[in-house]
């Protein structure tokens, strides 16, 4: 499996930090999740649309993160995501947040694919799983 | 009109504060509803019984907050709250946040009762107004 | 005075909402401040080097919010920053959050200038209350 | 070793809560560290106080969250803490969050105890280690 991936730029605010002086560490699961949403939209795919017409939700079942180092005020960071692992109603992310070359952090997610209606678990729809799973586009995630 | 009012105690964690090593001004509105619902829920009034049952959900047209001196991490607050205008389908609150005697920030929030259903303007249960503008009942906001 | 106003555009994600289906009130206050920190930095001013180099910090003294329309998961929004009256050491700032041509809440809010020793009042550099208070840069804002 | 286990109650406000009707995934980490800063505080230790005396302070290497169940809004959750690895400068935290017998989420959070000077390892103080590390004290976490 090659990977498509993605990465997505954050830059960070107020929001983000604590009174450590860093980002506080629940923040990372919020970038991390923005990052798969865009590359869901890069692909043309919309959540909300996805929901409404495909009937589907996505659910986080699992996160692992390791924090290397910290991100501070202001830094605009880069956040990437790809699927490493994908089977029928699941999909598994690895994703990094990024400072130039410096990984500041690491990501394994695991997402549920479920039905909106009965909250069961769902077949993910064969046009999501090949592009999510395909060699990258190389028009898209850069920002 | 001699206002009901109510003392929620209020811990500030990491998750509240920012890189100025002080609590982010977004977050004293989290702060201000937390101690409005446990305000009704001290008079006995549970928000989603009264959505589920009553039909009824409340939502925030205005808010007017001052902030007069920080708070920081792991200072026990004590967030007041009490309803200082009725009308049949809004309320105003005034609400403080304090540490012992010093008085940090200040808040007026205007709330609107909505049909849980339609989305449109509703009137507020008399019970209800009763509670919310009766005098202080002492057994309830002593934490 | 002409002010100058600039517009960032802002993506609603699921952090964003709460389960009445829309934005959280508090999170405007993000909004609203991610679009204040956009329009210094396109400006040319990074509040991170103001602080450490020309010693000073902005902090919010006062904030009015009306919330007109709810904000959506997966919406875009703008989200607009003008400064409307200017003195010596605080700034207020007209903001608002758009979807297309709705309004969706405007805001007023008050910032003081402060010495990032003292915490004390600090007048607001010449260049900057000229940055913050001449006509619009076309070049900056069009996102 | 027999660690000592401590709950501690947190409700479900609107802030916790995503427009899919349930808690967002990244505040079960807001919850957790809420228990484990409560935990030391039932202990008798201040993290404040630890900081500005013991000159040491506390940082999150990884964490590992499962997803059970959701939580939603006004529910009353309880999360447990306890501590199941002590080494010289870390610490791992097996926690969970549950709603009356339903688990909701389990989590490892693996802690480093740093200078606060230098942010570098440093030792955590033994009378914390036999405190976190010790046979539960029947009078704290009976909330």
Redesign the interface.
Known sequence: MNPSSFTWPI?V???D??????V????Y??FF??AR?EMLRAMGY???VLRDEAGI?F?????????LS?A???ELLQVSSAVTQAKKASLTFAQTVSRGDATLATGLIRIACLNAGTMRPAAIPDYLLVSLTSAPDPNIGVN
Do not use: C, H, M, W
Not at 24 to 27: D, E, G, I, S
Not at 59 to 67: A, G, I, L
């Open positions: 830059r605010y107020y929001e930090t604590d009174a450590g002086g860093v506080f560490y629940a923040n699961l919020k999740e923005r949403t919309e959540q909300d939700i659910v986080v079942r699992s996160v692992q993160v390791d924090y910290p501070r005020f202001n």
